[in-house]
Structures are given as structure tokens and as C-alpha cells.
């Protein structure tokens, strides 16, 4: 077997010449393929079709009419739902809006503008630092950067961040105020966090007395082929005493429909009480008639497991299709190599360095758009530009197919144009 | 005619006894009526209940998709909708979510953490000063407190704020960042703000140069008695180049249903530029499914208007019941007055100076819960303690009827007990 990196640079030549034909290719198809986000397909939005039949009956528990102002925290029922699919108690979750998103910026701005539970607004402190488990979800880097965080990155191991690097980071600097992360089939790398790390996050001792771990819970139940576990943080950190470090976020977007479900978060006593006060002044309450009619539809948390196998149904093909392509187009010539997440909504991709935004560039001028390179790491800056985001929920499986083939084409392409201006 | 308040002091000890002897027969009764906020009542939300019929089609314009994510702004045609309803352009507009609330509170998070096109964040400035025309909104009230905004109160004449008085204020002082109001209808003394004064505040002269004016437009279509005209302040903005200053909010809370309906800011093209880049950062988008219903329920800006009227209808004889109550009650004795609004939500009622904390504790003890007084001051705090805010819409006719004559007693009792401890 020669592989492309032990060839010389002739070989090099003649091969690139073979993958642009190839490429050339499907610049004539006209394609027109959107990967770039983990959005839902629309076979998985049909499964909640239902919830689109609205609701016959508007009164929730205690007589409460959705259809009015009130109850600024939700509904005890919908409460009562998460309370048991996360073995939380309802107390303390508060349900919001259509975002899990938003309530992360909205804690970020209640931290930045009036502090936590008695110390200092975070901007009215000199440099905030947050740790950023690396490959990650660009829009927290977005909402770290947009508050003047300085994003501090640490690897993901296989069982999640670094844990020695984040111990050392939070223990001696008070300057460094919180982890931004998510758990359980991490965006993009799918890594669960094994039961020590998470352990180690409740248990750290950290400078800062409000140090704060933000727990994006957002693919909790979305497994694929294999149903993880996820420790949980709350549980831990009682035990040593750090219940005031975590608040949890999850939303409903990919379990009904995306931007228009509803999302919740969790955190201890004093924390959902200082949120509650907080939020008293934002707003009256979130939307009520769609907290009930989440309720009306999934009935109870075994409900909403059953459901996500009805998702996992029409992802796992997805998912084949795109590991298949990538085992087929790389297995005489390892070039790159790829993630096999148990959950989620992504698959990375790890090119040969210095290829990811020449890959991303190649496949967007035949059609096919990914998230941008770079997108993985704080400030859009992965130093060695390697490390692509694939998001195969969206497109059809024909598309999918294509879309895959082109990728690897443009692996392929990019690689030996690399290898070649190295050569040089 | 011989007043309570131009008796000997023997004669007021007989008519409080009169008074008191009323007042316990109400406390037999064991009410349990809340007039403190102004909740829509059940008919009302009756109205609209065919938005609780769902959704049969899911598409909304150039095929967008509203159970997936993206249009972080907003849907074309509901925006469309509110262009023609406000008469300003489309992309003027966002919609957001399930609160103007909400937006309000956002836009001041994003004033004091980030600033305004290149200004200074509120929050880097020593003081930051919001003009609070007084009686007010609690709420609006709240949010300033809470960002530590130092509230300067201006009385509210009848054509609303005392203009001479505002542009003092802003023409010498940079510290002054805002007003804050509810220009039609106005919360809770229902003033609509004349022609000069929208004009004035669209022209006047401010120190500052970020200096806003956050136009709470509540109760634009809340019509009862006839239908006022409120001059278009973007306009007369743009007329002096200062299209700039001006926020609008406005939501369905009170058309369709509150807590549950869609909400949008309007604002110059800057504004609308930098809010949008903010705003991405923050959310992904907005309940689409929610924004296309109403879209769909609607249709268009008159069929609102005429809805609009469905809710006065049932409004007009509660407001009258408030309003024949007082009347007849105080006729031979007029030792308070109250404001008699063409629209909105609220009533107020002026007593004798230092009663109306008396008289909402009065009422809360027979049952009849008002919202607190002071509520219509910042910081809760009016001098004069003689203003007590009237909402009609929540209770059902029998109750409202009971609720204004306990109101009544109420007030003459406390009356009589102020005119003694004066005269000792």
C-alpha cells in the first residue's frame, strides 16, 4: 500500500491530476447541499406533527388557563417531565423559551451585569476567563467572545476535557470563572464524559468562589447506537459541597421542533432563586400554551425516550451512510481520519493539517457547504486546521451520499495540494 | 353639600363609623378578587381561541420551513403585517418572541454591556440617568432599578410628559441616557401622548448622544371609547436626523394571548442592524410557528383592527362599571378623582394625599387585591401617596361591581381616618 503522504512528488501530481477530474465532476452536477448545521431533516419534525394539532383544553394543573399571564418559572407538570428525565428534582428547574441558547446568554449577561449569589459582576472584574473544551460548539465561543471572555482552550480526551489542564487552570487563577461544555455526545466530537471527569468538575477546587460550570445538556437523550450515561453533576457536586457551581441546560428543539419547543435550567436552590428574581424583572413568564402542549403530547418522560428511538431510527442511516462513505474512500490511503459518536447530531473529520478550510473552500464551490473550518475551536482559530464539523441530519440520503463523495474528493484534492506545497 | 373633608372632627368619628360598619359587612363575605394586573379576561382570550386550532400548513413564505431552525428576525409576512398596522417599513422590524417585556430588559442588557454605535456601555459610565414619566409602568420601573439606572420622575400632563421639563433635562445633563414610556393609553393614568409632545421628543436637543427613547407601544390598537391617533415618532425622528433615538416595542400579549402571542422592536436601519449582529449571538430565532399562526389568524393589519374592537366590546362595560361606580359613590362627596381613558388597560384613581397605601390595605383585607401603591412611582415610592391603579379587564362584571364598591368604602374610610389623625 502508498499512500499519498509516502509518495514522491511526481506521484503526488499525477494522482491530484486524477482527484480534480473527479472533483471537476461534480462542479458540472450544480449542487446545491446546506451541512453546515445540525438541523433536523424533515422526516424527524413529522414525528412531532401532532403537537401542530393544538390544544383542545387549556387549563393545567391548579386550574391554571395557559391561555393568560403568570407563572413566571412553568408549568409543574412540564417540570415534573425533566424532573424525571434527569433525575432532578422539579424544584430545581425552571422552564423557559424557545432556546436553550438564549438562557445561556441570558446567564452570561445576568453574571456580566449583576454577579452571582453576592460576588462581583463579572464586568467589573479586569479578565474573565472560560475554559473551552476543544473541538466545540461555535455558538458558545460566539457568546464568550461577545461578553470579552478570553477563551482559554483544553483537549477532549475520549472521555472528555483534559481534566489534569482544567484542574490546574481553575485552581490557581480566580481570574478563570467557568467551563462551557457539552457532556454527552459532545458538539462536534460526540465524546461522552466519562463518570470521573464528571466528578472531577463537581469536585474541583476552584479559586473563584463563583466559578461556574455551564452543562450543555443538549443531546442528553439523543443517542444513536448505544444508549450512554451520563453521571449526574448535580448529585456530585452536593457531595463535595459545590451544588452552587453547576446550571444545566436542555431544550426540546431537536426533540420536537427546533426554535419552537422549550427549554429549561437547572441549577440549586439559591441559584434558582437568584435566576427567579432576576427574571421577575425580564419578563411576566415564557409561553405557557406551548409548555402544555408538550405536556399533552409526550405525557411523561418514558414517553420522549421512545420518541428519540423514533430519531435515532432516521439518523442511525444518516450516520451509516456518512461513517460507510468515509471507511470505503479511506481504507487503502489514511489520510484523514473520523469520529464515531454513539449520539448527536455530528461526525468530525480530521484532515491532514493545514487541509480543513481548503476542504470546507473545495466542496462550497461545488455546492456542498459545511460549518466553516475553524468554526470548532474559540476565536475560529484551530492553529492546525484540521478539524471539519460534518452535520448529516439534514440533507436526504441521496444527498447525503453525494455530499460524502464529494468530501472525500476534496480530502483527497486538498491533501495533495498540501503535500505538494510542503514539498516544495 | 357638606364634604368629609370640610367637617368637625366629631362629624367625620360618626360618618367613619358609617364607613366601618359597610366595610365589615364586605369582610363577611370572603372575597377573593385580584384587580392588580391587567389581565385580559376569559372572554377575551376567547377571541383568539382559534389560534389554539394549530397549524395545518407549515410552510411560510419562499417555503420557509417554520419547524426548523433559522430567520433570526422573523417572518416576512408578519412582519409585513405590523409594517402596515404601525405604517413603518419591513425591515424596520423584528419579531421576536412571547414578550415586549423581554425586549425591553434585552435592549438594556445590550446598552450596558456593549453600548450603542460605538458609544460607551451604559455600564462603564459613572451614572446613568432614564426619565420616568410619572404615574408609570411598574415594570418598566423595575428594569430600571435593576440595571441601577437612577429614575428621574416627570409628571404626565394630559397631553403627557411635561416637555419643558424633559428637555431641561436631556439638553444639559449626558448622564441622561433615556426616556421611558408608554406614549398611547399610558400605563396607568391612559394619557395619549399629543402631536407636539411625540415631535418634541423626536427633535429635542440631548446631551447625550446615545440617548434613547424606549417607546413601550402597548396599547397602539387598544382603543374603547374612540379611536386617538399617535403620531408616527419615526417619522418626525427622521425629520430631524435623529431616527437613531427611537426603540418601539409592541406585542400581541393583548390581542391574542398574553405571555403566548409574538412580539417585535422597530428601529432605524442602524439600530435594526446592530440589534440583528447581537442578536445572533444570543438565539438562533424566535417561535416561528407561533409568528406564522398569527400570520395565518389574522391575515392582515384591519382584520387586527377589527378584532381589536371584539375586545373593546367587552372591555367598554367593565370600564363603564368602573367609571358609574365612582361617579355615584363620590357624586355628593369628591374627595378623589380618577381618570377617565379613551383606551388602554387601567384606570387611576387620585385619593386625598397620604390614603392610598390605606386604601389597598384596606381592600386587601376584605379581599380585593390591588396593585400595590407606589407601584405607579419609581422606587415605589410616591411622595404624595394618593395614586391607586384600576384594572378593569380580569374580573367578571358581578365581581368587578363588588370590587368598586368595596373600592369605594375603601377609600372614604381611609379618607376620614387621614382627615382625624391631620386634625389631632
Redesign the interface.
Known amino acids: 500500500m502508498s499512500g499519498l503522504k509516502s509518495m514522491s512528488k511526481d506521484e503526488i501530481i499525477l494522482k491530484k491530476d486524477e482527484y480534480l477530474k473527479e472533483y471537476n465532476n461534480y462542479k458540472e452536477m450544480g449542487l446545491k447541499l446546506n451541512m453546515s448545521?445540525g438541523?433536523?431533516g424533515?422526516k424527524q419534525?413529522d414525528l412531532?406533527n401532532e403537537l401542530?394539532?393544538?390544544?383542545?383544553n387549556?387549563h393545567a394543573l391548579n386550574n391554571i388557563?395557559?391561555?393568560?399571564?403568570?407563572v413566571l418559572d412553568g408549568l409543574f407538570e412540564a417540570k415534573s417531565i425533566f424532573a424525571d428525565l434527569f433525575d432532578i428534582p422539579a424544584e430545581n428547574i425552571i422552564i423557559c423559551?424557545?432556546?436553550a441558547?438564549?438562557i445561556i446568554?441570558?446567564t452570561f449577561?445576568r453574571l456580566?451585569?449583576?454577579g452571582t449569589l453576592g460576588e462581583k459582576p463579572w464586568?467589573k472584574i479586569e479578565k474573565v476567563k472560560i475554559i473551552c473544551p476543544v473541538p466545540g460548539y461555535d455558538?458558545h465561543f460566539?457568546?464568550c467572545e461577545?461578553?470579552g471572555a478570553e477563551m482559554i482552550s483544553v483537549p477532549i480526551n475520549n472521555d472528555g476535557p483534559d481534566m489534569n489542564m482544567v484542574e490546574k487552570l481553575v485552581g490557581e487563577d480566580d481570574s478563570v470563572k467557568g467551563i462551557i461544555c457539552v457532556p454527552m455526545y459532545s458538539n462536534p466530537s460526540g465524546e461522552v464524559y466519562s463518570d470521573e471527569v464528571v466528578e472531577r468538575l463537581a469536585k474541583m477546587k476552584t479559586a473563584a468562589k463563583d466559578f461556574r460550570v455551564f452543562w450543555d445538556n443538549a443531546y442528553a437523550i439523543h443517542h444513536i447506537y448505544k444508549e450512554n450515561k451520563l453521571a449526574n453533576i448535580f448529585k456530585l457536586a452536593e457531595k463535595y459541597g459545590n451544588e452552587d457551581r453547576i446550571y444545566m441546560y436542555f431544550s426540546t428543539?431537536k426533540v420536537t421542533?427546533?426554535?419552537?419547543g422549550i427549554s429549561l435550567i437547572a441549577a440549586s436552590e439559591k441559584n434558582v432563586d437568584e435566576i427567579k428574581r432576576?427574571m421577575s424583572?425580564?419578563?411576566?413568564?415564557?409561553?405557557?400554551?406551548?409548555q402544555l402542549s408538550f405536556v399533552r403530547f409526550f405525557k411523561n418522560a418514558d414517553n420522549i425516550k421512545q420518541h428519540m428511538k423514533k430519531h435515532a431510527a432516521i439518523l442511525k442511516p444518516k450516520f451509516d451512510m456518512v461513517l460507510e462513505t468515509l471507511e470505503e474512500k479511506f481504507k487503502d490511503d489514511k489520510i484523514c481520519s473520523w469520529s464515531k459518536p454513539d449520539g448527536g447530531y455530528f461526525i468530525t473529520l480530521n484532515t491532514y493539517d493545514g487541509c480543513a478550510k481548503e476542504v470546507v473552500r473545495l466542496a462550497k464551490e461545488v455546492g456542498v457547504i459545511l460549518t466553516e473550518a475553524g468554526a470548532t475551536h474559540p476565536y475560529k482559530n484551530n492553529p492546525k486546521d484540521d478539524c471539519i464539523r460534518i452535520a448529516p441530519s439534514y440533507p436526504y440520503m441521496e444527498e447525503l451520499k453525494i455530499a460524502m463523495e464529494v468530501i472525500a474528493v476534496c480530502v483527497k484534492l486538498a491533501t495533495a495540494e498540501r503535500l505538494l506545497s510542503i514539498q516544495q
Chains 1, 2 share one sequence.
Request: cysteine-free; proline content about 4%; glycine content about 12%.
Open positions: 448545521r438541523k433536523p424533515s419534525l412531532s401542530l394539532n393544538g390544544l383542545k387549556f388557563d395557559v391561555r393568560n399571564y403568570g423559551g424557545n432556546s441558547l438564549n446568554y441570558d449577561a456580566y451585569l449583576f464586568g455558538r460566539s457568546i461577545e461578553f428543539s421542533f427546533p426554535g419552537s432576576r424583572v425580564q419578563t411576566i413568564g415564557f409561553d405557557k400554551i406551548n
